[in-house]
């Protein structure tokens, strides 16, 4: 048996086989199978199609014995209908492509000389079963001057008899014979959708028409793709057996040139920049969203990001620029003119810089080298008391970067050593409740639970005596602020049991033994 992808097996026949003898087989196959013939096997109709036969159940009298043809005919009634359908559909697609085929205008090319099948693979799960067929009479002279494979096969002169089997798609191998008619072999393909002229390129490559794998790889260089019909259209290219300069240049358009691969890590500084310096909010929100998104799908599912290797050392010079940004803007508030332009203008200002400054540190963590940032933050004790001078409405942006790190040490997301912890809190955690208020007033802004569970957790971390200092504060701004300060109550449960409830005792593993040792 022969496919569409290893034509060279295809048989040919100098002489037809006989009507009677072919009647025969098909009158075995019919017996066994119980099914009524396929019009396209009939010999008197190989080069016309015929609308599918119809099939009906006949209703048999008790008295008497049913018939073989009405045997077959309620056998052929019980085949599945989705093969059924199948099988129709198939053959609207033959017709439509033979419907305008050229080598049915005997004026314009003389009778055919080459009698041509093309027969599909037999339904799965039936190994008797008839495959679908289509018999055609076309023209040596076309077929051998377009493809090797054919002219391989038709050296000799005098007619001929050519049978393609097992092929994925008969009506597509019947379209690759009707283009090798077309002069206008673009024009032809116009329309068509990626599959289509995919399933095309395939017989074409199949049978060495390179006219028609030109017109193809053309098509399929100029018309859009959707990313399914991407990711089909690399894989196939990579499968058939094209010359590399050829497929290169449809691949083109999604394969990096490696000189343009090695700037990435320069493409994302500069668009990182951008968006840092954006003037219009809502742009600078959607292009920060955008970037995060795609270095997320860098990730290949193991903390690995394989694709484009940023440096920490970029985003940590990113990191510093938002800082100089962000000190500079605090700076600048000692001039403060009271009037509500001058407010806006410089709330607005600090919010930029303190978002910008959180979506840089949202990259770190996701890539896992956010370390660093916690000691740079902890250490920031010049802007922490500008912070403590400006007031609380202008500045509470800033203390989302410390409840962001203080929620991703809480997850584990952040590994830092207990004196980096403990220094964060000891800069930051005053700035944190004093701006707690207008944070909560922000609304969908911040999620509060997931603020109070980080920092819970964070302080829950350090060592038993600074846990204490840091929850008997806590204690006494909670009794006088309430809702404007996090409530961590839990965390103070887990101290307070930690201290004095549970009282665990390490007896120590190391033992010493005395002797003397003689002179």
């Given at each position: 048996m022969a496919s569409d992808s290893n034509s060279n097996n295809a048989t040919t026949h100098h002489k037809p086989m006989s009507s009677r003898s072919h009647q025969q087989q098909l009158v075995s196959t019919m017996i066994k199978q119980g099914f009524i013939s396929d019009p396209f096997l009939s010999p008197s109709r190989l080069s016309t199609l015929s609308p599918p036969p119809t099939y009906r159940a006949l209703a048999t009298p008790h008295h008497q014995s049913p018939t073989l043809f009405e045997v077959m005919s309620v056998e052929q009634a019980r085949e599945p209908k989705p093969a059924l359908e199948a099988r129709k559909k198939l053959q609207e697609r033959v017709s439509a492509a033979l419907s305008q085929a050229p080598f049915k205008i005997c004026d314009q090319w003389g009778a055919g000389d080459v009698r041509l099948t093309v027969a599909g693979r037999a339904e799965a799960g039936e190994v008797d079963a008839a495959a679908f067929r289509v018999t055609v009479d076309?023209?040596?002279?076309?077929?051998?001057?377009?493809?090797?494979?054919?002219?391989?096969?038709?050296?000799?002169?005098?007619?001929?008899?050519?049978?393609?089997l097992e092929c994925d798609d008969v009506a597509v191998y019947v379209e690759a014979v009707v283009l090798m008619y077309s002069a206008e072999l673009k024009s032809k393909l116009l329309g068509m959708d990626v599959s289509k002229i995919l399933a095309l390129l395939k017989i074409c490559s199949a049978i060495m028409f390179e006219d028609g794998i030109r017109a193809c790889l053309e098509y399929l260089e100029a018309v859009p793709w959707s990313e399914g019909e991407e990711e089909s259209v690399v894989s196939h290219l990579?499968?058939?057996?094209?010359?590399?300069?050829?497929?290169?240049?449809?691949?083109?358009?999604?394969?990096?040139?490696?000189?343009?691969?090695?700037?990435?890590e320069n493409v994302f500084l500069k668009l990182s920049l951008g968006v840092l310096q954006a003037k219009d909010d809502k742009a600078r929100r959607e292009m920060k969203g955008l970037i995060s998104r795609l270095l997320k799908?860098?990730?290949?599912?193991?903390?690995?990001?394989?694709?484009?290797?940023?440096?920490?050392?970029?985003?940590?010079?990113?990191?510093?620029?938002?800082?100089?940004?962000?000190?500079?803007?605090?700076?600048?508030?000692?001039?403060?003119?009271?009037?509500?332009?001058?407010?806006?203008?410089?709330?607005?200002?600090?919010?930029r810089e303190a978002d910008n400054m959180q979506w840089i540190l949202g990259i770190l963590i996701d890539r896992k080298v956010g370390d660093e940032f916690v000691d740079l933050w902890a250490d920031?004790?010049?802007?922490?008391?500008?912070?403590?001078?400006?007031?609380?409405?202008?500045?509470?942006?800033?203390?989302?970067?410390?409840?962001?790190?203080?929620?991703?040490?809480?997850?584990?997301?952040?590994?830092?050593?207990?004196?980096?912890?403990?220094?964060?809190?000891?800069?930051?955690?005053?700035?944190?409740?004093?701006?707690?208020g207008w944070m909560r007033m922000g609304g969908k802004s911040i999620d509060r639970k997931l603020i109070e569970?980080?920092?819970?957790?964070?302080?829950?971390?350090?060592?038993?005596?600074?846990?204490?200092?840091?929850?008997?504060?806590?204690?006494?701004?909670?009794?006088?602020?309430?809702?404007?300060?996090?409530?961590?109550?839990?965390?103070f449960e887990i101290w307070w049991r930690r201290a004095f409830v549970k009282q665990y005792a390490i007896e120590s593993q190391l033992q010493l033994a005395v002797c003397d040792i003689p002179d």
């Open positions: 076309v023209h040596r002279r076309v077929l051998a001057a377009k493809s090797r494979f054919f002219a391989d096969k038709l050296r000799r002169s005098g007619t001929h008899s050519v049978e393609i990579n499968q058939l057996q094209i010359d590399c300069s050829r497929a290169d240049t449809v691949l083109r358009r999604v394969i990096a040139d490696p000189s343009t691969s090695s700037r990435a799908e860098d990730d290949n599912g193991n903390g690995l990001h394989d694709a484009l290797d940023i440096s920490r050392d970029i985003l940590y010079q990113l990191c510093h620029r938002c800082l100089g940004s962000l000190v500079l803007c605090l700076s600048g508030t000692t001039c403060l003119d009271e009037s509500r332009q001058d407010r806006g203008a410089i709330m607005a200002e600090i919010s920031q004790k010049e802007l922490a008391v500008l912070h403590s001078k400006i007031p609380t409405m202008y500045r509470h942006e800033i203390s989302k970067i410390t409840a962001q790190l203080c929620i991703s040490i809480g997850k584990g997301q952040i590994l830092v050593p207990k004196e980096t912890r403990f220094a964060l809190l000891s800069t930051w955690l005053e700035a944190l409740y004093d701006d707690f569970e980080g920092l819970s957790q964070t302080i829950l971390t350090l060592p038993l005596p600074q846990q204490q200092s840091v929850l008997l504060k806590w204690f006494d701004r909670f009794l006088n602020k309430g809702d404007d300060c996090p409530n961590i109550q839990r965390a």
